[in-house]
T-cell receptor, first 114, second 111 residues
Framework: EAQVTQNPRYLITVTGKKLTVTCSQN?????MSWYRQDPGLGLRQIYY???????DKGDVPEGYKVSRKEKRNFPLILESPSPNQTSLYFC?????????????FGSGTRLTVV | QKEVEQDPGPLSVPEGAIVSLNCTYS??????FMWYRQYSRKGPELLMY????GNKEDGRFTAQVDKSSKYISLFIRDSQPSDSATYLC???????????FGGGTRVLVKP
């Protein structure tokens, strides 16, 4: 089944403790992206990747890092999480960045930073 | 001011009614217009995609884009309880690399 898999689904952590949220897709997609979803603010892009070793900032990149060493994986790293990073996170992938392609989203990771 | 505005709802309708959803936007550079459906505890899934202005129909769903008014709509005919979800509009520029989303409208279809 074609899908984007995120882990973990739920995570509660403490301020300052480094964490990684994994994202993997099995569709051989070149484009991958991370979004966060907050009430009243909708989905906002954090980082995106056009291909392996090609990443760039989205609208809200502060406090996050990403890497794209393999085509299928695009982990999101929070080096020193803070409470304002409490949110619902989604990874998405697509054949390309253009609007001609539909984005496939993962099921989400609900992160709480206390 | 947000680039894409969407009424948060909730919009409650009886089963079988037409659901009418819309978004307004301010950036005239948007060329691709999409509607996503999001069920609780799930990721968004693509429902409809339209390039530039015009209408598109797919089963019970019709998407309309009016670029002159910067206004897009989604109509759901013969609504079912399974259509109860949050509907997100999303847009992208021609040479863009991200989707810009509206805040989503929560829809409740009552049996």
């Amino acid at each position: 089944e074609a899908q984007v898999t995120q882990n973990p689904r739920y995570l509660i952590t403490v301020t300052g403790k480094k964490l990684t949220v994994t994202c993997s897709q099995n569709m051989n997609h070149e484009y991958m992206s991370w979004y966060r979803q907050d009430p009243g603010l909708g989905l906002r892009q954090i980082y995106y990747s056009m291909n392996v070793e090609a990443t760039d900032k989205g609208d809200v990149p502060e406090g996050y890092k990403v890497s794209r060493k393999e085509k299928r994986n695009f982990p999101l790293i929070l080096e020193s999480p803070s409470p304002n990073q409490t949110s619902l996170y989604f990874c998405a992938s697509s054949s390309g960045a253009s609007g001609h392609y539909g984005y496939t989203f993962g099921s989400g990771t609900r992160l709480t930073v206390v | 001011q947000k680039e894409v505005e969407q009424d948060p709802g909730p919009l409650s309708v009886p089963e079988g009614a037409i659901v009418s959803l819309n978004c307004t936007y301010s950036n005239s550079a948007f060329q691709y217009f999409m509607w996503y459906r999001q069920y609780s505890r799930k990721g968004p899934e693509l429902l409809m995609y339209t390039y530039s202005s015009g209408n598109k129909e797919d089963g019970r769903f019709t998407a309309q884009v009016d670029k002159s008014s910067k206004y897009i709509s989604l109509f759901i005919r013969d609504s079912q309880p399974s259509d109860s979800a949050t509907y997100l509009c999303a847009m992208m520029r021609a040479a863009g690399n991200k989707l810009t989303f509206g805040g989503g409208t929560r829809v409740l279809v009552k049996p």
